[in-house]
């Protein structure tokens, strides 16, 4: 059973940063993509960022120049690093891993960030 487990979330001031991680219990070499989604209250679940095996890279519009997607295949581990925090970007953020051999995916249990202050 394939596990994503994400930390790095937590309340931040407008106009600062985090970190987001995300490590899987298996290889990501299979996952195409991973990325990143975000859900704020009474809002649907929306794309934040993804990323291919091979590192290209697609964001949302909303966070394009803010917020950077990485991965590191020997570790397992997607990373999002998020600067300039607004306060719309309080959501609980998901990671999310597609395998398209496998016809499957899966979806960490959500990080709280909360920009505030």
């Known amino acids: 059973q394939v596990q994503l487990t994400e930390s790095g979330g937590g309340l931040v001031q407008p106009g600062g940063s985090l970190e987001l991680s995300c490590v899987a219990s298996?290889?990501?070499?299979?996952?195409?993509?991973m990325g990143w989604y975000r859900q704020a209250p009474g809002k649907q679940r929306e794309l934040v960022a993804i990323?291919?095996?091979?590192?290209?890279?697609t964001y949302a519009d909303s966070v394009k120049g803010r917020f950077t997607i990485s991965r590191d295949n020997t570790k397992n581990k997607l990373n999002l690093q998020m600067n300039s925090l607004k306060p719309e970007d309080t959501a609980v953020y998901y990671c999310?891993?597609?395998?398209?051999?496998?016809?499957?995916?899966?979806w960490g249990q959500g990080t709280q960030v909360t920009v505030s202050g």
């Open positions: 999310s891993a597609d395998r398209p051999y496998f016809r499957d995916s899966f």
């Open positions: 298996v290889s990501i070499l299979t996952f195409n993509p």
């Open positions: 990323i291919t095996p091979y590192g290209t890279t």
